[in-house]
């Protein structure tokens, strides 16, 4: 079969021409035959809460950033400007469906309904992860970049090979796509057929490169390479995510192979609360990215249909304030690790070599307490 | 002389080393505008242009990967890997292509490729950020791993990796990486001397043996148990593969008692090498068993637990203990 695909020219503009989209900037709903049908039921109620969830998730951010710069949490991945991309994708899946995150996903975490307390755990350096990704169909979060990719893979093999129902999905970044685990990855997938959906969020930067040093094109078009579904959507459009998501999630679930979903949007944040932002990036790209808040335009799509902003606004803030009052709570009733803590589930079963270590340290503590000295 | 930190002293080392040699460049991922998370390579992109600082795509294996290709073809690559543990996507092109392509080659093809990596922890960061993967190298054949505790080493040494025909894992210690230093940058090297070990404080009681992060700790641990009458010699080993042993050996024999410390777990660790390579070596002159002071052999643990984790100045001289079959040692393993 021949593919072809258009020219691609890196420096004509993104927009919606280069993108699938639902509602623009400006809040107007246009028609997108694509899209429509798969969002067809959500109507004023539903998008309010989508709003408040994308609301949740910007509180959610600000007060991580907020504890790190407290000193409570050692570190931070922002994902302000990114609530869109992953409030619709994670409002789209079933509850079975399993997800395989990197770091960023706090939106879709919070979509699983993980906790406060579990959400912050890992970031405060208090435990290598949070939550048992079996209680919220939702594997713990990953640092090294795409390597969760074909966990997703062999996971949605299974599924596969069971016979299940559910599919998986995956998010990762727009640099990890230069990774040789995200294209075995797609070649998993498409080998055997796998229901799962690969979430890339484009948000334009890996730390401080640029989505032009990892490709050329479009990323979407380098996934179609692989025989795979591709959605390339507007990633700070809420609706479009959604619609891509259930649509790639359809037909992953009808046995038709692995899908693609490239959301662009943007990370108006720092990459951590490690990174300075200011020594690569330019603030005019900054402003250009603020008009097209993934908020403002569902609000003011609402608006347009009469519904009572104020209102909206007043119970998404008595929400995240809650949610803001939960995390500061996990935080103060969070305990320390222990020193058992250091030892623990290294292994699944009793380590004679480990068993000793863990002795003989705590006897050494111990002869401290004993001498009434000593800096432990 | 100037007075540089171990950063500074990576940076202006890079720098000489580009200046001297055009074939130098550098490669990884950040190095260009942001300098590397670590700022070593700041502003060398902006002097030397865009083919000379390479920020690459997101993908380790492809970096080392690439850089055994310009190797081939003539160029001294000096690749990043933005912490240690990142280099394992890499491992493969590493210990498979290029530590072996000069045996493969029968010695026709050499890649002078210098790969730093930022290891160790204390930094409090998450998982992955702090680990010490020395072992893996130094048992890989056609590898030399090296690494520096100071700024002069870390500018030295530095220079002597880049201008040394094989490939070198040059290790720094990322926890040491704002201490300050005098540096000598006119210093010509022996080329040969990358792979001494240095004895850092003369003593005749034991010989403690540290790198790259734990030197400090070393030299702090015998300073205090100097106040206990225990006179200890310190030896910095700067090259992990291959060891200097004659140093080594010396040293052992004149104390007749060895403690060995290093962040990266126990078992099967550089310690285990260099205890096993010391009995043999010194056996008759041995009064106590090799001692290893040395990280658990756990996954490197959450920021809030690294405290236990990683050697430190009471646990060093626990060990010294001992080594000296002193009571009251607290660990209580056999000696
Ligand atoms: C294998 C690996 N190499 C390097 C890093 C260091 N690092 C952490 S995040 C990051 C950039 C990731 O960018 P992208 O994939 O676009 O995701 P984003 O953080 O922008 O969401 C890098 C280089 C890492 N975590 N893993």
Redesign the interface.
């Known amino acids: 079969m021949l593919t072809v695909s258009p020219t691609f020219d890196p420096k004509a503009p993104e927009g919606p021409d280069t993108y699938l989209q639902v509602i623009s900037p400006d809040g107007t709903r246009h028609p997108c035959p694509e899209l429509d049908e798969w969002v067809g039921d959500i109507d004023v109620p539903a998008l309010e809460k989508l709003y408040i969830d994308m609301a949740c998730i910007r509180r959610l951010d600000a007060e991580g950033t907020a504890l790190q710069r407290q000193g409570e949490l050692?570190?931070w991945a922002p994902l302000l400007g990114q609530e869109a991309a992953q409030i619709g994708s994670g409002r789209a899946l079933e509850n079975d469906d399993f997800i395989f995150p990197s770091y960023r996903e706090h939106g879709v975490a919070y979509c699983r309904g993980v906790n406060p307390h579990d959400l912050l755990r890992?970031?405060?350096?208090?435990?290598?992860s949070g939550w048992n990704p079996y209680e919220v169909n939702m594997a713990n979060q990953q640092?090294?970049?795409g390597a969760q990719t074909l966990h997703a893979a062999g996971y949605a093999m299974g599924l596969k090979f069971d016979g299940s129902a559910a599919a998986a999905i995956t998010y990762f970044g727009d640099?990890?796509t230069?990774?040789?685990?995200v294209s075995e990855a797609m070649v998993f997938a498409a080998s055997y057929q796998a229901p799962l959906v690969f979430f890339c969020q484009n948000n334009h930067w890996?730390?401080?490169?640029p989505v032009a040093?990892?490709t050329t094109g479009h990323i979407a078009d380098r996934a179609a390479g692989f025989g795979l579904a591709t959605w390339r959507v507007d990633g700070n459009d809420v609706l479009a995510v959604m619609a891509a998501t259930r649509a790639a999630l359809a037909h992953v679930r009808t046995g038709s192979g692995p899908a693609f979903i490239e959301a662009v949007t943007y990370r108006m944040g720092a990459h951590t609360t490690?990174?300075?932002p200011t020594?690569?990036r330019d603030a005019l790209e900054l402003e250009e990215w603020a008009a097209k808040d993934p908020l403002d335009r569902v609000a003011a799509h609402l608006d347009s249909l009469g519904a009572d902003l104020g209102e909206l606004k007043k119970r998404s803030e008595s929400a995240a304030d809650e949610l803001a009052a939960g995390l500061r709570e996990a935080i103060t009733t969070m305990p320390?690790?222990t020193?058992d803590?250091?030892?623990a589930h290294?292994y699944s079963h009793p380590h004679q070599?480990?068993e000793e270590?863990r002795e003989?340290?705590s006897?050494?503590l111990a002869?401290?307490a004993v001498q009434g000295q000593?800096?432990? | 002389m100037k007075t540089l930190t171990f950063s500074q002293a990576l940076n202006t080392s890079l720098r000489s080393a580009m200046e001297h040699d055009s074939k130098v460049v550098l490669m990884g991922?950040?190095i260009?505008?942001?300098?590397g998370?670590f700022r070593i390579t700041d502003g060398l992109q902006k002097d030397f242009g865009q083919h000379r600082v390479i920020?690459?795509?997101?993908?380790?294996?492809?970096i080392v990967g690439t850089a055994i290709g310009l190797a081939f073809r003539g160029y001294r690559p000096v690749v990043e890997i933005q912490f240690d543990?990142?280099v394992?996507?890499a491992f493969d092109q590493i210990v498979s292509q290029l530590a072996k392509m000069h045996f493969r080659s029968r010695g026709n093809v050499k890649l002078p490729v210098t790969i730093r990596i930022p290891f160790g922890g204390g930094i409090?960061?998450?998982?992955?950020?702090s680990e010490s993967p020395e072992a893996y190298f130094a048992h890989t054949a056609g590898l030399r791993v090296v690494s520096p505790s100071n700024p002069q080493d870390a500018y030295t040494m530095l220079q002597q990796a880049i201008a040394d025909d094989d490939p070198v894992i040059f290790l720094e210690p990322k926890r040491r990486y704002h201490v300050r230093g005098e540096v000598d940058t006119d210093l010509v090297p022996d080329p040969g001397s990358l792979y001494n070990a240095q004895v850092v404080r003369e003593g005749a009681d034991l010989t403690l043996i540290a790198y790259g992060p734990l030197v400090k700790t070393a030299m702090d641990a015998a300073a205090a148990a100097q106040d206990e009458g225990i006179d200890i010699e310190v030896i910095d080993l700067r090259s992990i593969e291959p060891v200097d042993f004659v140093t080594l050996s010396a040293s052992v024999r004149k104390t007749g008692r060895v403690v060995i410390a290093h962040e990266a777990s126990?078992?099967g660790g550089i310690g285990a090498e260099l205890a096993a390579s010391l009995t043999e070596r010194c056996f008759d002159h041995l009064d106590h068993a090799p001692v290893r002071v040395t990280g658990?052999?756990?996954?490197y643990?959450?920021?809030?637990?690294e405290h236990?984790?990683l050697p430190?100045?009471?646990?060093i001289l626990?060990g010294v203990d001992r080594a000296m079959r002193r009571t009251g040692d607290?660990?209580?393993?056999e000696g």
């Open positions: 050692g570190l890992m970031w405060r350096g208090a435990a290598p640092i090294v970049i640099g990890a230069s990774q040789g685990d890996a730390i401080s490169e040093r990892q490690a990174d300075d020594r690569y320390d690790p020193v803590d250091l030892f290294v070599g480990l270590q003989n340290y006897n050494y002869g401290f000593g800096t432990k | 991922e950040d260009g505008k942001l300098g998370v920020d690459t795509p997101l993908a380790e294996s492809g543990g990142f394992y996507p409090g960061s998450p998982e992955h950020h126990k078992f658990f052999d756990i996954p643990p959450p920021s809030k637990l236990h984790h430190d100045l009471d646990r626990d607290l660990l209580g393993e």
